[in-house]
């Protein structure tokens, strides 16, 4: 799915009956998207015959006719429709699919209500979603995680950037990866997110400034490279731009102090920072803290009650040196595991066989998720 409302309105449907979801980009490939939904015995698929990207259309039904064929397990496919013309699309070649609107009708009632949703509770390590490594080192792994992620990005958002029911977030990005469940996690939290479908970047030379202006935007996320190109066509805001105080943070690679130099003469009265986090946490994990000094291309604090390391070669806490990151304590966003992996033996070679002494943080991890389960069960610790 391209960054569109179904998606995030299935999201939250998929999540509150206590199923998982997970997703890909719509950008990747139909080897690309086998290879990470054949692992799962998926049930339901949910697509759109088409979106736009860089101001074109692209057609999504070919594609998507080869994954439902390599997928068996399914049993229904649900398809949106782009545009009001698409009804008259063929879709009758890709195996038990309808129209998601025809699909809908059949939750109305015979006098026209909609019967009232139901919530299901679930425990706190219960899985809610599936999200997949890059594949570089061979088949993308599934890693599922439990709705504590949703506390985690609770903890940065609302705390270290000092949010509250009038934030309103713009983050580019379409289902398929962490990034895009922690943004619609803001949704959660009462925020409001600003959905872009494509790539509003390079559409105009103020095209990205715009949606700012227009939607009174308070918090950015977003790629640096765009905002080095942007700069190399100096597609900067005009002098009759109103626009709020912003928050930006780039994500996902290294900002270029010269980055920080372009936005400071395009956005004088704004806050900007880098960040990193990663896909097994779900979240960020060192980025800006406002109530903290901050200079070019630096990162100042870790999210709260984040334990992370740098270890040299051997495994020993180094500081000032070149070394890995590495989250030394039990954290309860941690990935519950990996799909399929029944007895956890992959995900501890994976992730905690590198250094001595991290298969103890995994038997900690095991432990924490356990607990939380029995106690959200009603049991006491």
């Not at 290294?254 to 936005?263: E, I, N, R, S, V």
Request: charged share 20%; with cysteine; glycine share 6%.
């Amino acid at each position: 799915m391209s960054n569109r409302r179904e998606a995030v309105f299935a999201t939250q449907a998929v999540i509150s009956i206590g199923a998982i979801w997970t997703a890909a980009l719509p950008m990747l490939g139909a080897k690309a998207v086998l290879q990470r939904f054949r692992q799962l015995n998926a049930k339901i698929f949910l697509s759109e015959d088409g979106y736009r990207l860089d101001g074109k259309d692209v057609d999504m039904l070919t594609k998507l006719a080869e994954i439902v064929e390599g997928l068996p397990s399914l049993e229904k496919v649900l398809i949106v429709a782009s545009k009001p013309e698409s009804h008259s699309k063929d879709i009758s070649k890709i195996r038990n699919s309808c129209f998601l609107d025809e699909f809908l009708k059949m939750g109305i009632e015979d006098d026209g209500s909609v019967s009232p949703m139901k919530f299901e509770q679930v425990s706190f390590s219960h899985p809610i979603t599936i999200c997949y490594t890059s594949g570089s080192t061979g088949v993308p792994k599934c890693i599922v995680h439990g709705s504590s992620i949703l506390i985690a990005v609770a903890n940065y958002v609302l705390i270290n950037f000092d949010t509250d029911r009038d934030s309103r977030w713009f983050r580019v990005m379409p289902p398929g990866t962490a990034i895009w469940i922690s943004n619609l996690t803001k949704h959660f939290l009462g925020q409001t997110i600003v959905l872009y479908e494509g790539s509003p970047y390079f559409l105009s030379p103020t095209s990205f400034w715009d949606i700012l202006e227009k939607h009174r935007i308070s918090h950015v996320s977003m790629f640096p490279r765009a905002l080095d190109e942007m700069e190399k066509r100096n597609y900067s805001p005009s002098k009759k731009h109103d626009l709020p105080l912003v928050r930006l943070t780039t994500v996902g690679c290294a900002t270029k102090p010269k980055t920080y130099d372009f936005l400071l003469r395009v956005l004088k009265d704004s806050v900007y920072s880098t960040s990193l986090g990663c896909t097994e946490l779900s979240q960020l994990a060192l980025f800006r803290e406002l109530t903290l000094p901050a200079y070019k291309g630096q990162m100042n604090a870790a999210t709260l009650g984040m334990p992370m390391q740098v270890f040299d070669d051997d495994g020993h806490p180094v500081i000032g040196e070149a070394g890995e990151i590495v989250i030394s304590k039990p954290l309860p966003n941690l990935p519950l595991g990996l799909w399929n992996d029944k007895d956890g033996s992959v995900y501890r070679e994976k992730y905690f066989s590198k250094y001595p002494g991290m298969e103890t943080l995994f038997e900690l991890l095991q432990f924490i998720t356990t607990s939380l389960t029995f106690a959200s069960a009603g049991g006491k610790l």
